[in-house]
T-cell receptor, first 114, second 113 residues
């Protein structure tokens, strides 16, 4: 089955210790997104890749970086996690950039910062 | 500034009855609206969408209604089933844009047997 896979499902890190979250897809979609969802809040877009083109949301903290080495994989790097970065991180893909196109989500990685 | 709002955090409905989930938006540029369903420990899955050129879209037990003048949309589930118990997210986007989805906070639906 074509899908979006996120690893790990649960990640615990220490305050200030860099952490990397991983996303892979078998859908061969051009676009990959990273969302942050804090408890009982709406998922919030951090950035997206259209192929190799990176697009950062204006309010995404500099602490958050992303890499997309190939079509299938995308990584979220948090350089110095703070307590406020504890959240669910959702990876999503879509076939193309267009309003209304369905996005396919992975199961998420829940990040805990101690 | 929350552009998409789901004002009801939770909804409880009896099996077989209608579930109505509501969503309001403020940005008149939105022209696509989507509903996602999320089970615990899973990512959101697409349920149904509607373009702003329509006022209704139906898919089996699920119907989405759009009232552009009121900037309001609703998802109707008829009849509701226990397996429909999940968190429902409303999302909106602008065509010709980045495909960026603006989500509401979600409504937790519980369907009681």
């Amino acid at each position: 089955d074509a899908m979006v896979i996120q690893n790990p499902r649960y990640q615990v890190t220490q305050f200030g210790k860099p952490v990397t979250l991983s996303c892979s897809q078998t859908l061969n979609h051009n676009v990959m997104y990273w969302y942050q969802q804090k408890s009982s809040q709406a998922p919030k877009l951090l950035f997206h890749y259209y192929d190799k083109d990176f697009n950062n949301e204006a309010d995404t903290p500099d602490n958050f970086q992303s890499r997309r080495p190939n079509t299938s994989f995308c990584f979220l790097d948090i350089r110095s996690p703070g307590l406020g970065d504890a959240a669910m991180y959702l990876c999503a893909t879509s076939r193309d950039l267009a309003g209304g196109l369905e996005q396919f989500f992975g199961p998420g990685t829940r990040l805990t910062v101690l | 500034d929350q552009q998409v709002k789901q004002n009801s955090p939770s909804l409880s409905v009896q099996e077989g009855r209608i579930s109505i989930l509501n969503c309001d938006y403020t940005n008149s540029m939105f022209d696509y609206f989507l509903w996602y369903k999320k089970y615990p420990a899973e990512g959101p899955t697409f349920l149904i969408s509607i373009s702003s050129i329509k006022d209704k879209n139906e898919d089996g037990r699920f119907t989405v209604f759009l009232n552009k003048s009121a900037k309001h949309l609703s998802l109707h589930i008829v009849p509701s089933q226990p397996g429909d118990s999940a968190v429902y997210f409303c999302a909106a986007s602008v065509s010709g844009n980045t495909g960026k989805l603006i989500f509401g906070q979600g409504t937790t639906l519980q369907v009681k047997p």
